[in-house]
């Protein structure tokens, strides 16, 4: 069986729910000194109706991801911009 999804496989999956067991951060140290945080947050989980080699079947997520930048060096950073807010 083929790993290529097709419409007709994500008709046919299964909607599964689920439950956070643990949302953590990744943390990765940029080589121009800067660290950023990076977290994928599930949204959505199917189940289709095909399988891996090894047997285990093949899940569809939808994920949004959520990235905090810290300890920009002082070199890369822009004077901030001040914003003008017109009432609507």
């Known amino acids: 069986m083929s790993n290529r ?6 008709e046919d999956g ?10 953590g951060w990744n943390v990765y140290k940029l080589e121009d ?4 945080k990076v977290k ?8 289709l109706k095909k399988w891996n ?3 285990t079947p093949l899940y569809l997520i939808q994920s949004a991801n959520v990235v905090r ?3 920009v060096p002082k070199e890369l950073r822009a004077k901030p911009k001040v914003q003008t807010f017109k009432p609507v």
């Open 5 to 10: 999804i097709t419409p007709k496989d994500l």
């Open 33 to 36: 000194g800067t660290t950023i």
């Open 14 to 23: 299964e909607d599964l729910d689920f439950t956070e067991s643990k949302e």
């Open 40 to 47: 994928l947050i599930l949204r959505s989980v199917k189940r």
């Open 53 to 55: 080699p090894d047997g």
């Open 69 to 71: 930048v810290l300890n």
